[in-house]
């Protein structure tokens, strides 16, 4: 499976009012083309778990996906306890596992094997509540095409946030 495969089998179900939080590289590539309008793009690694959560927690009627890389998660494993602690219902992560940092270079993300499920059950977290799947991309990473960056794919979704919770929506701070 590729990432853009793995990426169409999460999103073939999920509600078009969905809030998507992503990781940079090829999986924000490939989730800008098929929901540019609900994605919340993070711009540094090992985020979108903590913020998928924090999402997830303070709308519990938005359903929420998270696609957060091995090299991802493997800089952020500090997560996976408060994850456990918690597991809303509205939430669903995939870890899209091609064994590399894609976006700097192709360098190992590491290097040993990594069972993911018993990494996963240390915390107590089932294997069922979050998704590790393997891909394997064989094309060269793509040029850069989406047009947002985290801060401006986050008013996007604060807008879709906010309707749902019958709000206005906040406006960014100003710099002075």
Not at 35 to 42: D, Q, S, V
Not at 80 to 109: C, F, H, M
Not at 129 to 154: E, F, I, Q, Y
């Amino acid at each position: 499976m590729n990432t853009e495969e793995l990426v169409a089998s999460v999103l073939r179900d999920a509600p078009q009012q969905s809030v998507i939080v992503c990781a940079p590289g090829r999986t924000s590539e490939v989730v800008y083309r098929a929901r540019p309008e609900c994605t919340l793009f993070i711009d540094s690694m090992g985020d979108v778990i903590p913020l998928a959560l924090g999402i997830a927690l303070a709308a519990p009627a938005v359903r929420v996906h998270g696609f957060e890389t091995d090299g991802g998660l493997l800089m952020n494993l500090s997560v996976l306890p408060v994850l456990a602690a918690q597991l809303p219902e509205n939430l669903s992560v995939v870890i899209v596992d091609n064994g590399i940092y894609e976006s700097s270079g192709g360098l190992p993300s590491r290097t040993s094997p990594i069972d993911w499920d018993r990494l996963l059950g240390a915390f107590g977290i089932p294997p069922a509540a979050l998704r590790v799947a393997g891909v394997t991309n064989d094309d060269p990473l793509p040029a850069a095409t989406k047009p947002l960056d985290g801060a401006h794919s986050s008013y996007l979704v604060e807008a879709l946030l906010s309707a749902y919770q019958g709000r206005e929506p906040r406006l960014p701070a100003r710099k002075v």
